[in-house]
Structure formats: structure tokens, C-alpha cells
């Protein structure tokens, strides 16, 4: 399907004095859908103009925020029909200049843009903006990776609805494979960015305006056109804005990159033409980007299962457990002295009193780990790279010992001798009412947290060093555990105003972004890991695809809300994702088939109910219940990667919604919410494969799988669905 944008007579501005002839402006790309030109403003515009049968205005302008261009601009004729300018900017306020230069290359998909910034005095910031003007019609909608297609209560009435979802408490869900018109509002990417006012500690990302992928696409159902816009994850992106008007107006805004002679900043991204589907930008991407989408491990996708977070050792029931398809202890162990100091520098048998005062020891650490695996389930150990020790004060007390072999003992004789540079002061200029979250947290001070730990910056060298020696001490001393789950991430968002990172200038001055940090410490971590068979899992609440780098799944404590839900699912296309379950009442209150279905239509796996659950759901009757019913439904997408080829998958009449998954043996689609009908036709299409296949159901509460009516012709297979409980799993296997 060749589908592409154009303007409807483009007018291209021709700087004055120069000769009045577009075409000495006016440069066509190689693949003949876009063309670059100079406004009258010596801004660089790109555009799409070839024709089609519908016309769509659509112009994009890279520019900083503030700056005007000085003297002319240079061209220069690139390969494969590209182009590269060069320009001279100068912010108008502050008199700060850069030397920007822009490259324009087409592709078989659409266009690639390269920008880089040079800076020609002291350092400066402002936002890097990305400005996409399209004309919005009455049928025009926009889609991207977001928490809800609601973005905000600014942006959505009190009572109205997408898809006929009426709003009906603070956290429900809504789906947000929906794409809807355009609106007035700003989406932040992955978190909030830190302010000095407004610090968020401690943020949980259950508001809908986070944007999980840096992308946006816009599309024309009735012309079957679309097109995404999708920003280069492995850039330096330190903190974005997507802001949006009803208009069809977009803008991209990158913060705090420091401009400079010691630097140069680098960006990228792809236009890219499809269909008139959600998925056609992200399926762009993640053939593109494979590394921010695949485990590195693929033992991972064996994993994928219910999950828990217990410090329970007793004996449980193995084959039920199964039958709820559990499979994977994120072990709230706290077998740690205190934060950090996961395993001490002790020999195998030595025991010590562990967080909590129980004893401990590396031996019962491992047999924990053996005792599961043999069972055939998996141990993620506790891990966490920016929290440090317990019961701190500060200012830091005198060490009371110096004694190499005692010093781990104590949290503050540690991080004082050992530690100290990495500590994350508070600065000075934060409102003391935005650090009311922890109250011990003072201005100038340390930030503290969980059981008065303290907050340490990864990226400093001796406690990257220290983190990397646990690491290893993982991997060495407990060998049947699976890897390691990472938690709080929402420290990330800080920046640490007593280092550099050379890439970072926060409000007026240079930073270390703990962004920066922890991408430097994974570049070590995630190999040590990974060669040694280790899989990697995060608990993220800072919902950003650049920090899932070779991580191999996802363990969030927040997918009860709807969306931090939707923003796991959508990180996790290819990777496994098992999501929290507070306790049993949000299922009692939604109803459970409500509950079940809308992690089927995802592919994320609440939690179990298990004994020993820290802070979350434990087992009772009508709670096992429920998931034994689901059990069968939630295992049959083990390993399950989404599909995400061109309208592959419809539920017809919208009767029900559904959503379509490759897993080892075939398919699997989730079909679910279908409260007003007992039956359901499902086509699928665009897939390789479906002549000769076999299709059957699982339902709540059955063990035996149902066979389906199913017929392929013209390319498109159509199956027949029976539905109880309002859903069904139906699976797509080779041969009748």
C-alpha cells in the first residue's frame, strides 16, 4: 500500500532580497513525497506534497525556542537525493548563539531528519522544539503511546467519553489503542520534569497526560492515510513535552540540553507514511529500534506469568499456584542490613540480621532460589540503584568504626567512607513546601526516603563501582536466581547540581541528569548480567522507553491504575509484563471479568495472590477463585509479542474489543468487553500463514478448549466467536 501526505500548494516564502524563483528554494526529496525549503524567516520547512486524492496540509519546523537565524544559509547536495543547511542562530533575549545544521534523507518509509547544535560562546539552554503544523479536520485524529486517551480533566469534559468509556472515578481504565480528535493539552514523557516548586517526590505515574514512546501519529480513516512522527530514543533526550492543539498544531520541546563549544547535541527523527492505523508508527519503530523493544534475554518471555512480591518461605500449593499462571517472586526479601547493601562481604553460612530482624544468610538466599526453581518457578532478586541505607541522619555522624571487615555494619559508617560523593543534595533553590513527601528531606541537605534511606546518584564512579560488585555477587553466590528486579525509578527524574554529566544545564547552570546516570551504569550492568544468563526487570515508574535499553521485562507496583496499566503494555509490545495488585476490593468493586480482561487486552499479568504478598494482594477463597478462573486464559499468551501488521485484527460491528499477539506456537487474541452480545465475528488479515489453521477458545472457569467456526478466503480469516463471561481467548494454531 503506497499511502502518502501532501500540502495542497505548498508556498514556499523566499527570503527577501533573493531571487524570487521557488524552485531555487524549493529542494524534492529523493522518494518524491517531501520537500525541504527556506520561509521567509530563514527557517527550514518540511513538507509532503505529492498527490493523492485527498489533500493534507502538513509542514514541520525544527527550531530554538527564542533564537532568529543571522546571515544566509548554506546548502549542501547530501547522497541518494538529500540535502544538508547550515545556519547561524542567535537567541534574541540573552545574545547566546549556536551553529545549527539540518540533514534531510529520504527513505523507502518517508524522510529521516538529523539536527546537530553547536554552540559558539558559553553554555546555554533552551527548548529544541520540533513544530508539526497540520490542518486538522472534523475527521482528523491523533494517536500516541499515552496513559489514557483522556490526557487530562483540561482537555476532557466531567462526563464525556471516548468510545463510549464514560468517566467514572480518578483511576479507572481506558483503552488506549483509541485514537481521538485533537484537544488542547501537554503530555510529558515518561514523568513530569523536576521543578524547584513542584518536585513530585516520590511520583507514582497514574496521571494520564505521560507519554510512554516519543512519537505521535496523526490519521485520515476515510482515505485510509497516516502518518507518525517518531523521535530517535537513543538521543540525549533529558526531558520532553508533546504539546498538542485542537487545531492539528504539535510541537516536540526538549529541555535542558546544554549548548556549547565542548558539545555538540544530536537529534533525529523519521516521518514516517502508513495506513490509517495506530499501529503503523509503532510498528515502524520497533523494527527500528529492536533494542529498546526485545529482551536482551530471551529466558525472559519464560517468565512471563502472574507474579509476586513476597518474603514468604512456607509451603504452598505448586499446582494450583500453576493453574493461576504464576510463575515469577519478585523476592521482597528485605534480607538486605539495610538498602544497598543487598549481599554483605560475608562468606556463604555467615549469618546476619537483615532488615526486619530475622537472620539471614547467603546460603538460605540460595536455597530459596533452588527450592523455586525446582518447583518450576523463578526468583527475581531485589535490586535498587538509587536508594541507600536506612535510619540515616544528616549531616553524616563521625564512622565508628574505620575496620574494613565491620564497616558494612553500619549504613552510616559506609556511605561516609565509602560513598559520599555520590550522595544527591537537595538544592538549595526548592521550595521547602515541594519536600513535604519525606519530611526529613531539607534544602541543601539529603533526599530521603524509605525507612529514612538516602538518595545516591548511580552514575558517580565509586558507587557505580559498589553497585556492579553486587551485581556480581548475585550472580556468583545465589546462582538459581533468575536476575534482578530494579525498583524506584522515579529518583531519575532528579538532577544532581554538584556534578556534570557535559550534557545537562539545569534552569542556569550545568548538571548530572541521574537520566544520564543510569544509562551510564546499564552500559556495564546489562552486559555483566546478561553474559552470565541473568535476565534484567524494572519497576519504572519514570515511564520512559530510552531507560529499557537491553532490560528484559517490566515488574510495576502501579498497574492497578489504569494508567500506569496502559503505559507498561505499551513499553512492552515484545517484553514480558507482570503489573501490581494492591489487594482483592478494586476487583470486587470493578468485578473481576472487568479486572481480568482489560490485562488480557493488554498482555500484562496482575499479580497472584500469594502467601506472604508485601503490600499487595493475598490468597482467599473468592480471590483464588477469580484467577483460577483466568488462569488458563492468561498462560495462553506466555511469550506473546504484538502484532502489529496493517489492520490485522477487527472485531466486526465493534461489538467487543480484541487485540492480537504472536506467541510460540501461533496466535493469540484476547477478546473482551463484549457485554452486549453472546457472539462475535472476528477477521483477521495481513498476516502470512492463516490458509490452514485451527482455531479454538479458552473461557473463564473451562478447562477444555472450544473449536471454532472459522473460513479463510480473499487473504482474511474470519472466526466465528462464541462469548462467555464476555470474552474469549481465541488461539490460532497450524493445521485443521
Excluded at 531539607?442 to 524509605?450: D, E, H, I, R, V
Excluded at 481480568?596 to 506472604?612: H, R
Aim: neutral net charge.
Amino acid at each position: 500500500m503506497n499511502l502518502s501526505f501532501r500540502i495542497l500548494s505548498l508556498i514556499w516564502l523566499i527570503v527577501p532580497g533573493q531571487p524570487a524563483i521557488a524552485q531555487t528554494r524549493l529542494h524534492q526529496l529523493g522518494n518524491g513525497n517531501f520537500s525541504v525549503g527556506i520561509t521567509s524567516e530563514k527557517n527550514l520547512l518540511l513538507g509532503s506534497e505529492k498527490a493523492n486524492k485527498q489533500t493534507i496540509p502538513l509542514k514541520i519546523v525544527s527550531a530554538l525556542d527564542g533564537c532568529e537565524t543571522e546571515g544566509d544559509v548554506s546548502s549542501k547536495q547530501l547522497p541518494n537525493n538529500g540535502i544538508e543547511y547550515s545556519r547561524l542562530l542567535r537567541n534574541k533575549a540573552t545574545s547566546s548563539g549556536c551553529k545549527m545544521t539540518e540533514r534531510y534523507t529520504p527513505t523507502k518509509a518517508g524522510v529521516h531528519y538529523e539536527m546537530e547544535i553547536a554552540g559558539t560562546g558559553s553554555p546555554w539552554t533552551t527548548k529544541i522544539k520540533t513544530n508539526i503544523g497540520y490542518k486538522a479536520g472534523e475527521t482528523s485524529q491523533i494517536w500516541a503511546p499515552w496513559g489514557d486517551p483522556r490526557i487530562s480533566k483540561k482537555s476532557f469534559p466531567e462526563n464525556g467519553a471516548i468510545s463510549g468509556e464514560p468517566i467514572t472515578m480518578e483511576q479507572n481504565w481506558a483503552d488506549p489503542l483509541c485514537p481521538r480528535p485533537f484537544f488542547n493539552d501537554t503530555l510529558f514523557y515518561g514523568a513530569p520534569y523536576f521543578k524547584y516548586n513542584d518536585t513530585k517526590i516520590g511520583f507514582c505515574p497514574f496521571q494520564w497526560n505521560l507519554l510512554s514512546i516519543p512519537m505521535v501519529t496523526i490519521l485520515e480513516s476515510k482515505n485510509d492515510a497516516g502518518m507518525s512522527v517518531v523521535l530517535n530514543p537513543g538521543d540525549d533526550i533529558l526531558d520532553l513535552t508533546l504539546n498538542v492543539q485542537s487545531d492539528g498544531t504539535l510541537a516536540f520541546d526538549r529541555l535542558f540540553n546544554r549548548i556549547s563549544t565542548k558539545n555538540v547535541l544530536k537529534f533525529s527523527f523519521d516521518v514516517i507514511v502508513h495506513e490509517a492505523d495506530w499501529r503503523g508508527g509503532l510498528r515502524w519503530m520497533s523494527h527500528n529500534y529492536p533494542e529498546y523493544f526485545n529482551p536482551e534475554n530471551p529466558r525472559a518471555d519464560g517468565m512471563a506469568g502472574t507474579g509476586a512480591y513476597s518474603d514468604s518461605d512456607v509451603d504452598f500449593d505448586v499446582a494450583k499456584m500453576k493453574s493461576m499462571a504464576f510463575s515469577v517472586n519478585w523476592r521482597a526479601s528485605f534480607d538486605f542490613p539495610y538498602m544497598g547493601m543487598f549481599i554483605p562481604p560475608v562468606a556463604g553460612k555467615e549469618e546476619w540480621k537483615r532488615f526486619g530482624g530475622r537472620i539471614t544468610s547467603i546460603e538460605s538466599m540460595e536455597t530459596y532460589a533452588k527450592k523455586m526453581k525446582s518447583s518450576g518457578f523463578h526468583v527475581l532478586s531485589y535490586f535498587n540503584v538509587t536508594e541507600f541505607g536506612a535510619k540515616m541522619r544528616y549531616p553524616l555522624e563521625k564512622p565508628a568504626t574505620t575496620n574494613p571487615s565491620d564497616l558494612w555494619k553500619s549504613a552510616n559508617d559506609f556511605l561516609s567512607l565509602n560513598l559520599n560523593d555520590a550522595l544527591l543534595h537537595v538544592p538549595m533553590s526548592t521550595s521547602s513546601d515541594a519536600l513535604k513527601f519525606y519530611p526529613k528531606t531539607k534544602q541543601g541537605g539529603a533526599f530521603f526516603t524509605w525507612e529514612d534511606g538516602v538518595i545516591l546518584d548511580c552514575g558517580e564512579p565509586v558507587y557505580k563501582d559498589f553497585l556492579l560488585e553486587q551485581a556480581n555477587r548475585h550472580i556468583k553466590l545465589i546462582p538459581s536466581s533468575d536476575g534482578v528486579c530494579i525498583d524506584r525509578m522515579d529518583w531519575l527524574r532528579m538532577y544532581n547540581e554538584d556534578r556534570d554529566d557535559g550534557i545537562s544545564w539545569y534552569i542556569n547552570r550545568p548538571a548530572r541528569s541521574l537520566l544520564t546516570s543510569w544509562k551510564k551504569l546499564m552500559n556495564e550492568f546489562a552486559p555483566l548480567m546478561h553474559k552470565n544468563d541473568k535476565v534484567i526487570f524494572v519497576n519504572n515508574h519514570d515511564k520512559r522507553i530510552d531507560l529499557l535499553k537491553n532490560i528484559d521485562g517490566i515488574f510495576d507496583e502501579f498497574t492497578y491504575g489504569g494508567s500506569p496499566l496502559n503505559l507498561t503494555a505499551l513499553l512492552c509490545i515484545n517484553k514480558p509484563a507482570l503489573g501490581w495488585t494492591a489487594d482483592k476490593e478494586p476487583i470486587k468493586a470493578e468485578g473481576a471479568d472487568n479486572f481480568f480482561q482489560k490485562y488480557l487486552y493488554m498482555g500484562v499479568y496482575p499479580m497472584a495472590p500469594f502467601p506472604g504478598n508485601d503490600h499487595s494482594i493475598l490468597p482467599e477463597a473468592w480471590t483464588d477463585q477469580q484467577y483460577l478462573d483466568y488462569g488458563l486464559l492468561l498462560t495462553s499468551m506466555r511469550g506473546k509479542k504484538w502484532v502489529l501488521e496493517p489492520h490485522c485484527l477487527e472485531v466486526q460491528n465493534g461489538l467487543a474489543k480484541a487485540n492480537l499477539f504472536k506467541i510460540p506456537d501461533g496466535y493469540v487474541a484476547p477478546v473482551v468487553f463484549g457485554k452486549n452480545t453472546t457472539s462475535v465475528n472476528l477477521t483477521i488479515k495481513n498476516i502470512p500463514g492463516l490458509e490452514n489453521v485451527k482455531c479454538t477458545a479458552i473461557y473463564p472457569g473451562k478447562e477444555a478448549q472450544t473449536l471454532l467456526k472459522s473460513k479463510f478466503k480473499s487473504g482474511i480469516l474470519t472466526i466465528q466467536v462464541p462469548l462467555e463471561r464476555s470474552c474469549a481467548m481465541v488461539k490460532i494454531t497450524k493445521g485443521k
